[in-house]
């Protein structure tokens, strides 16, 4: 199909040509090959809308036709053109790429030839579904079965079907065939009409899409096959209900229906009818019905040999002739069995009991037969009617019986399981409850007995103290024999081995002791507790029965403080030396072990003239009112020359009852040092402590030392960094013009002139330089390099040449820099 549309001088040239595709592998396929539609305006696929210039160069390649065969073949491509009409294209017939072979002319060119390309508007139509198939069930795996046909209106790929099965998750006997739509059973899979006599398979037909609407769409149908599986003869006959087993019981009679076995043919779409027969096993004591299958008894059941009779029983399909054919085997289990008339029932040592009692001690070791007890179990039935389980019911897990089942007759063994919960303490004696129960019975007959065990009591408790530690107090210079506290222990056990005897031991026992059946701890009679001198003790006391067995407990005493000693000052006469401005203070002890007896409060009694101290009552730290400053005030207050003050101090403490102690302190009050700031404060503080000043100086001396050494390393490293000295500039060197001496007349000056520079130099006491005369007669030695004369000696120096000037100088020359010397 191909159009031609005018543009703006555009040539476009809309060719959609007939393509010939030719499969080179098989000479006939089920399918025509179709191109791909990649939409218009693109350089490959069918040529939908495909436009061109007319001014491109001949031998272009202008398009790339794509195709496919649904079977996967491979294609070739072809190019049809008009009868009559020039070829202007040539196409590769295995790559599609066409050519453009011939010049383009839009202006010869006035034909137009349209054609309708296809959509994909259409769905794939089934022409034979939905419909029913039937299939034999011994149809061999792998063959056709059925051929799905469809059809498509569209062309090109829309026009291809494809066809799936539909399973939902679920696996299918079926498969078929993509492209043919032939559907087949599926290699390994076999159809059974016994398990499933009807399959539905959903058939899937969709097409190979195409463009529509300027879009992509593939459609699809679907439709349903049944398949109705149809019976064959290929199952023999198969017996319901098994296994079989069947009773004969004692009272059973010739004739009486034993069992009934029930069989039907394997092939269910056509059932046969079956026949019975009795195959071995039977003794002649057995028949059977060949239609029913009924199994009745021949004779009487005292008369049968054996308990058990295993028979094998034969069920085969008859024909429509009446001809045996598949058959089948089952075996039947008939047992011989008793009636359950008889329950189980417990024996003693003088017939049946249902009361067994016993005495024993406690705590027996676990895993002991508890012989007092003598039982038998018994059941008179036969086989399952005497089999029964025996158990034992009672507090906890302490006894187990065994054996636990029992097949007609057992001696009962009883056997310790917990022995620690078998105590005198908790239980003066036990019952248990001995049951016998039939296991495989209806009627479940069953049988109790009780057992009643008396224990007797054995020494297995220590002496246990109500507490593992007792505290106690008592106060301090209490009297002997006095009593601190009460311990208790107890013993659970009966008789003497309950009695408990105490006593004490350890480091802090000695002062203590106990009464052994009470357990009260007294005091020694001799003992005289002090705070001041312990005041804690601790020892253990011991709770102990008659064979040995004991338990330990910890007492701690504390003893109380009492007030009994009053505050004491070192001396009853005190001399201090107060400085204005400072403090004084005094110190007194209180023997007492603890507060507040031994807390001591200080206060001023008396003093004259009064309301000129005061007291810290906490420290006893005395100083002068706030508004005596200095001594003037003082000795305003008093007449006296000396400025002495005795003043009464009293120490008293806080316990109850108080006791108090006062002592004279002698204070004489002088005038503060010139030493001012810190360090006068400091050491008007420590004068009485010699000990701080060391220190003080101590470290004062170690703070410069340790600067000392951090200057010199920096200097150190300083001066090891810059340890070579460099001229700024080349030195030139000159002889040292004279020296100009002018001897001034009396009370002038002596003037020493070197050109160019004047330095000022003083010397030793005399004021050289300052413009100060000097006295007559005033012997100066001026030293210049020059001797002078002996008259005028003068003695002087007149400045050092660093470094000293070079030997061949001539006069001691200094080089460059000139000094000058007022004096």
């Known amino acids: 199909m191909a159009f031609l549309s005018r543009m703006k001088n555009v040539k476009k040239l809309h060719c959609s040509l007939l393509l010939v595709l030719v499969h080179v592998c098989f000479a006939q396929a089920d399918y025509a090959p179709f191109f791909y539609d990649n939409g218009p305006y693109s350089s490959n696929g069918n040529l939908a809308l495909f436009s061109l210039t007319e001014d491109t160069p001949v031998g272009t390649e202008i398009y790339a036709l794509n195709g496919t065969d649904p079977e996967g073949q491979e294609v070739r491509y072809g190019l049809s053109f008009e009868p009559g009409a020039k070829e202007y294209f040539r196409v590769e017939p295995k790559s599609g790429n066409i050519t453009l072979v011939e010049q383009l002319d839009r202006e010869v060119t006035e034909k ?8 994909n508007d259409e769905r794939p139509v089934f022409k034979n579904l939905p419909s029913f198939l039937d299939v034999p069930e011994n149809s061999e795996c792998g063959s056709s079965i059925y051929k799905v046909l469809a059809v498509d209106r569209d062309t090109g790929s829309g026009g291809s079907i494809t066809f799936y099965l539909q399973t939902n998750g679920q696996s299918s006997k079926f498969a078929i065939d993509r492209h043919s739509g032939v559907l087949r059973i599926k290699p390994g899979e076999m159809l059974d009409y016994e398990r499933s006599t009807t399959h539905f398979i959903t058939v899937v037909a969709k097409d190979g899409g195409g463009n529509y609407n300027g879009k992509e769409q ?7 096959l049944t398949i109705n599986v149809i019976d064959t003869q290929d199952t023999p006959p198969s017996f319901v209900g098994t296994p079989y087993f069947g009773y004969v019981y004692e009272v059973s009679v010739p004739g009486s229906e034993i069992f009934t076995v029930f069989a039907k043919d394997g092939d269910l779409g056509m059932p046969k009818p079956i026949h019975y027969s009795l195959e071995n096993g039977t003794d002649g004591v057995f028949s059977i019905n060949k239609t029913s299958g009924v199994i009745s008894l021949l004779t009487y059941p005292i008369y049968l040999k054996r308990e058990i009779f295993n028979m094998k029983v034969k069920a085969s399909e008859v024909s429509p002739e009446g001809n045996l054919m598949d058959y089948g085997f089952t075996t039947v289990v008939i047992r011989v069995v008793d009636l359950n008339n008889h329950p189980p029932t417990f024996y003693g040592e003088n017939g049946p009991q249902n009361m067994f009692e016993m005495t024993m001690y406690e705590h027996p070791p676990e895993g002991e037969i508890i012989r007092g007890l003598k039982i038998t179990v018994n059941d008179s039935d036969q086989g399952s009617n005497a089999k029964f389980n025996l158990r034992l019911v ?83 210079n209490s009297p002997g024999n006095s009593n601190v506290v009460s311990v208790t222990a107890t013993d ?10 105490y006593s004490i031991y350890g480091s802090g026992a000695d002062l203590f002791l106990i009464h052994s059946a009470s357990g009260i701890i007294y005091t020694q009679p001799w003992a005289s507790l002090d705070a001041e001198v312990k005041s804690k003790y601790n020892f253990y006391v011991k709770a102990e029965d008659a064979e040995g067995k004991y338990s ?30 400072a403090l004084v203070k005094i110190e007194a002890q209180d023997d007492d072990a603890e507060g507040p007896n031994n807390v001591i409060e200080y206060s001023i009694m008396k003093t004259d003239p009064e309301n000129i101290f005061d007291i810290n009552a906490d420290t006893g730290e005395i100083k002068l009112k706030s508004y005596i400053k200095s001594m003037d005030i003082v000795q305003n207050i008093t007449k006296q020359n000396d400025c002495t003050w005795s003043v009464v101090v009293q120490a008293q403490d806080r316990g109850s009852p108080s006791f108090s102690t006062t002592t004279v302190v002698k204070i004489d009050i002088t005038e503060a ?30 703070l410069m030392v340790v600067v000392t050494v951090f200057i010199s390393t920096i200097m150190f490293m300083r001066n090891k960094k810059s340890n070579r000295i460099l001229p700024h500039r080349r030195i030139r060197r000159r002889n040292k013009p004279p020296v100009t001496f002018k001897f001034p007349n009396s009370g002038e000056k002596l003037l020493i002139q070197e050109p160019e520079v004047m330095v000022g130099v003083n010397c030793s006491n005399c004021n050289i330089a300052s413009g100060h005369p000097l006295p007559p007669n005033h012997n100066m030695n001026v030293v210049t390099g020059h ?15 660093w470094p000293p000037p070079p030997p061949n100088a001539p006069d001691g020359g200094v080089a460059e820099k000139k000094f000058g010397y007022l004096l």
């Open 492 to 501: 659970p056990d009966s008789g003497f081995w309950g009695e408990v005897k």
């Open 673 to 702: 040092t010139q030493l001012r700031g810190p360090w006068a404060s400091f050491f008007v503080q420590s004068r009485d402590k010699p000990l701080h000043i060391l220190g003080m100086i101590a470290g004062v001396i170690s």
């Open 552 to 581: 330990l407990a910890e007492v701690f005493v504390t003893v109380l403080d009492l007030n009994d000693h009053p505050p004491e000052f070192n001396e009853n006469f005190l001399e201090k030396t107060m400085i204005i401005g």
């Open 218 to 224: 593939v459609m699809s149908s679907s439709a349903t």
């Open 787 to 801: 001797h002078w004369s002996p008259n005028h000696n003068v003695s002087m120096v007149s400045g050092r040449h």
């Open 394 to 476: 009672g507090p906890g897990r302490m006894l187990r019986v065994v054996p636990q089942t029992v097949l007609n007759e057992a001696q009962v063994t009883i056997l310790v399981e917990d022995s620690a919960a078998m105590d005198y303490e908790k239980f003066h004696f036990l019952t248990f409850k001995l049951l016998a129960v039939e296991m495989d019975t209806p009627e479940r007959f069953s049988a109790t007995a009780d057992i009643v065990i008396h224990l007797l009591d054995t020494n297995d408790n220590a002496p246990k103290f109500s507490s593992v530690y007792y505290i106690a107090r008592i106060p301090e």
């Open 112 to 119: 137009v030839t349209v054609f309708v390309m296809d959509a």
